[in-house]
């Protein structure tokens, strides 16, 4: 099988010739083949996505690469981030198994972020140009990619909403809420969970300082609705978590 090249920053990064087929995945309902029809499917198969390993800490692209893949997170944990002009780190995402990554680098061609592994992963690299050749003769296709687009859209909105009309205790409470229902969709437990990332990196995505951060999670352990231990978390009262979230949004 042809192995299709991946351009990487860290030569221990491993590219493994193992055929993926998205029909097979255990993602497939979450990634890019949900919701399409068996015939498409069978065309995404024919594309032989190559997979990669990242170790934890390294960067599966950096910002000012040029841009070749989309990148589907098989197992394991990234977060986007860039450098401000201050030489501050902002993080924009923390992406997991089933979801997608590097369309950033689809309207200048080169990644405007960096995406960094926070622990041992996998990925599927599905090479945009081949991508975009099947959809021009394939409505199916066609409407994935443009779903693709949308996911994004409604991403940078969600992110919108939560640093421009949200509280620290309401930021806290959308992250630690979306958090537990994207995990209860890959099968996991929605109220008991270990943060991959750290509390810095979790301020930097809410637009919170560090010591806000720790507070606010004290807060919510103070109210009965957390329990903490370091990077282990159990939600103890969902409901009220929600709540804490329902003052503002309704």
């Known amino acids: ?8 920053r860290n030569p221990n990064s491993t590219i493994s010739p ?5 029909s097979a995945c255990h993602l497939r309902d979450l990634c890019l083949p949900c919701g399409m029809e068996n015939a498409d499917m069978a065309t995404l198969d024919a594309m032989a996505f190559s997979r990669r390993r ?3 800490g390294e960067a599966l692209y950096s910002a000012g690469e040029r841009f070749h893949n989309i ?4 197992s394991g944990t990234f977060k986007s981030s860039l450098v401000l002009a201050d030489g501050r780190e902002q993080v924009s995402g923390f992406h997991m198994a089933g979801e997608l990554m590097g369309m950033d680098g689809l309207a200048q061609g080169t990644h405007a972020s960096s995406a960094t592994a926070l622990e041992d992963t996998e990925v599927c690299a599905i090479p945009y140009t081949h991508l975009i050749e099947l959809s021009a003769a ?5 409407h994935i990619v443009g779903r693709l687009m949308s996911r994004e859209i409604v991403r940078e909105h969600s992110l919108m909403l939560l640093l421009g009309s949200m ?4 930021r806290l409470a959308a992250f630690l809420l979306n958090l537990s229902q994207r995990l209860k969709a ?3 437990s929605p109220s008991e969970f270990h943060l991959r990332m750290s509390r810095a990196e979790i301020g930097s995505f809410l637009g919170m300082k560090l010591e806000t951060v720790s507070r606010t999670f004290s807060a919510f352990q103070q109210q009965g609705l957390l329990e903490v231990d370091k990077k282990h ?12 979230l329902d003052v503002r949004v309704h």
């Open 1 to 8: 099988m042809r192995v299709i090249p991946v351009t990487s």
């Open 167 to 170: 509280n620290a205790e309401e």
């Open 186 to 188: 890959r099968g996991y």
């Open 54 to 56: 990242v170790l934890m």
């Open 138 to 142: 394939n409505p199916g296709m066609q």
């Open 233 to 244: 978390v159990r939600i103890t009262d969902l409901e009220g978590l929600q709540r804490a």
């Open 71 to 74: 990148y589907a997170v098989r």
């Open 18 to 22: 193992m055929r993926t087929n998205c």
